[in-house]
């Protein structure tokens, strides 16, 4: 028997060993009033899960007759076994017994799952009895309640069978303290992570970076915290830890953004991160590490940012920029053309043709000369043969500029004419062979872009003989526009014309929708064109620009109205226009309806046509008496008479509409008169002739009228 787990006290008969034992606990007697054995309970004995052990107050096995604890001559044992969900605290508690008593040897052994008293009981001429003292407890899992009993061994005991009597009774609570959080990495420039402790009302500590139920990883900094929770909750104190992580975010900087830039200024900016590797976002990046002004577009506080990622934290810096209004400026020319003759004066004009106040105005090029007043002209004769190139530059009070540059060319005329060619030409025409007169030279045709002036349209033409100054206009490879054709010849001489090409003239039809029933009425079909000329329709159910859904007898698949057009210039083209024509229903009626009833007749059940086309349709009927309510229709007289007021008689409309499955209705009417019934009332009464004159009296208004016999 192991020493450190047993307390041993051993009793011989010839010595007398006085015990004197304070035990300040209400013990409790738990026995019944036949047994011999009493068991006094130690009560109910509180503690905690997972707590610190409990001492159990004392409790009493004794006899109420000295022959209740059997004789034997070998050692017996007395078990209690630890009840589920607690266990003792091993090699404490000590027995106790009387000073005198036939009990020779007493002695516990205590482990975690039981309790057990071993004695020798020789003679049975005492009362004897075994007080337990010291005993621990604690509850190891969960809340549970349990009571302590004798289990086992091989003590025989009157009446005290195992598991008959109650020792103690043990109850536990568990605190069900938690803790949890939405995550355990954060970086130090992460958001603040909340503590989720439960119960509410108990403290976090860990780390100084906990303010309240908050986690402030960038107070706390880099390191592994545990952070513990503690809370009291059914009278019992428990704790729960999270670990949570801490990782150091990068330093992010930036360089390369302006504070100011204009938005007419589309050559990207080199940005440059730190550390490298980063991305870049924002309006107006492009190819990653690019800033475009241009495509930032104007606005204050532009905002760049640079976000880069290092062991798993993302750090950004931001900058701002603002885009200022850059201002537009054009260049016109007056005559508007890119060859002019030695003798002529060419205005120099454009948007915006003013300066505003603290911006500066600059028109410069060969042959320029600008008055006082800030009026531009070019003077060919300036340069004599050769290009000049003008420029108008603008520069606004923010500091931001724009320039628009037109390059023309001095040649001298060549006194010819270009002939074979209209003012105006239709893009579907076909080739227009061009001639100059008795020179030779070349065709230059250009089109005109209201953004950029005239360029060089080199597929509108072919020139094919330099010698007789012939060339070729194309028409179908043209652009719609303003075409200025020059000639120049060998000797730089210069002959020009201006051809409007024009594209085919667009109809549009406005009325047509996409579907008609077969009864709809004839209408005029209406239509917009984008210029002067003739329209024609055709197709079925057309007729002289008139179109009659009633006319097509092919239902529920396209009918094709066709349009052409021809204008003045003899351009034309054609097109269509698609509908369905559903038909109408036909057959729609129905029958067994009087002309007339009396407000007493029967309901009269109304028949509707059989023959009613096409198929598949909702029927609905209505007016005054119609009743629909037991899935038949019928003509009640009696409640259409409830509307005839004081009339006696009076018409009412039956109707019934048919729609197809298409939405194409027809109705059928008829008229039926409810006629009430005149009140009759026999009246009893008594008369008397005085004067050949008899008495009545009136059933409805009870007065008395008199009339001869």
């Not at 022959?67 to 091993?90: C, H, I, R």
């Not at 008609?516 to 209406?526: T, V």
């Amino acid at each position: 028997m192991n020493a450190q787990n047993m307390l041993k006290i051993t009793f011989y008969k010839k010595y007398t060993l006085q015990l004197i034992i304070s035990v300040c606990v209400l013990l409790l007697n738990t026995y019944s009033a036949t047994a011999q054995v009493v068991v006094t309970s130690a009560g109910t004995v509180n503690m905690c899960v997972g707590g610190a052990y409990v001492t159990i107050p004392a409790f009493k096995v004794a006899e109420k007759l000295n022959t209740d604890f059997a004789a034997s001559g070998s050692l017996q044992t007395y078990e209690l076994s630890a009840p589920s969900d607690f266990e003792f605290n091993p090699g404490t508690g000590t027995v106790a017994i009387p000073a005198t008593t036939d009990i020779s040897f007493a002695t516990l052994e205590v482990t975690a799952t039981k309790i057990t008293l071993l004695y020798f009981l020789n003679t049975t001429a005492q009362k004897d009895s075994f007080i337990f003292n010291g005993l621990q407890v604690r509850a190891v899992t969960t809340n549970s309640a349990n009571d302590l009993r004798f289990t086992g061994g091989t003590a025989s005991q009157n009446q005290n069978n195992l598991n008959q009597y109650a020792h103690a009774h043990f109850n536990s609570a568990n605190a069900n303290v938690s803790l949890s959080v939405s995550t355990n990495i954060v970086c130090t420039n992460g958001s603040d992570i909340t503590l989720n402790g439960s119960p509410s009302g108990g403290a976090y500590t860990g780390s100084t970076g906990i303010s309240g139920n908050t986690f402030k990883p960038a107070i706390a900094g880099v390191g592994s915290y545990v952070i513990t929770y503690t809370a009291t909750n059914n009278g019992c104190v428990g704790t729960d830890t999270v670990h949570i992580a801490v990782k150091e975010a990068p330093s992010v900087t930036f360089f390369g953004l302006a504070s100011t830039y204009c938005s007419n200024d589309s050559i990207d900016k080199p940005l440059t991160g730190f550390p490298a590797g980063g991305t870049f976002s924002g309006s107006g990046i492009t190819n990653s590490t690019f800033f475009n002004p241009k495509s930032a577009g104007v606005g204050n506080n532009k905002t760049i940012t640079y976000q880069y990622s290092a062991n798993g934290c993302q750090s950004s810096s931001t900058s701002q920029t603002n885009v200022l209004v850059a201002p537009s400026i054009t260049i016109s020319l007056n005559p508007d053309k890119n060859n002019f003759f030695t003798t002529d004066t060419v205005l120099i004009d454009g948007n915006p043709s003013y300066l505003s106040p603290g911006g500066t105005l600059t028109v410069t090029g060969d042959g320029v000369v600008t008055n006082v007043v800030g009026q531009s002209k070019f003077y060919p004769g300036v340069i004599g043969q050769g290009t000049s190139t003008i420029t108008r530059t603008i520069t606004t009070s923010n500091g931001c500029s724009a320039t628009a540059k037109k390059t023309v060319t001095v040649i001298s005329s060549s006194g010819g004419q270009i002939g074979g060619i209209a003012d105006t030409v239709c893009q579907s025409a076909n080739q227009i062979t061009m001639t100059v007169n008795n020179d030779q030279g070349y065709y230059y045709v250009y089109y005109y872009n209201p953004s950029f002036g005239y360029t060089l349209d080199a597929n509108a033409y072919i020139d094919t003989d330099h010698t007789n100054g012939i060339g070729v206009f194309i028409p179908t490879k043209a652009s719609i526009g303003t075409y200025l054709i020059e000639f120049i010849g060998n000797n730089f001489g210069l002959a020009y014309t201006y051809v409007q090409v024009i594209g085919p003239p667009a109809v549009t039809i406005i009325n047509i929708k996409p579907s008609y029933c077969s009864d709809a009425s004839q209408f005029a079909i209406q239509y917009t064109t984008t210029g002067n000329g003739i329209v024609a329709f055709s197709g079925n159910g057309v007729n002289n620009k008139q179109f009659n859904p009633g006319a097509i007898t092919s239902f529920n698949v396209p009918t094709v109205i066709s349009y052409t057009y021809t204008d003045v210039t003899g351009c034309n083209s054609a097109g269509t226009v698609n509908t369905t024509i559903f038909q109408a229903p036909q057959n729609v009626g129905f029958t067994n309806l009087n002309s007339s009833y009396c407000d007493k007749d029967p309901n009269s059940p109304i028949i509707v046509n059989t023959n009613i086309t096409p198929v598949g349709g909702v029927g609905i009927f209505s007016g005054i008496g119609v009743d629909t309510s037991n899935n038949t229709v019928l003509f009640n007289p009696s409640s259409a008479a409830l509307f005839n007021g004081s009339q006696s008689s009076k018409n009412y409309s039956i109707s019934f509409t048919y729609t197809t499955t298409n939405g194409c209705a027809a109705t059928s009417s008829k008229t039926v008169a409810v006629n009430k019934l005149p009140d009759v009332h026999l009246c009893l009464y008594s008369r008397t002739q005085v004067r050949n004159t008899r008495f009545f009296i009136d059933c409805n208004t009870r007065k008395i009228s008199d009339f001869l016999i």
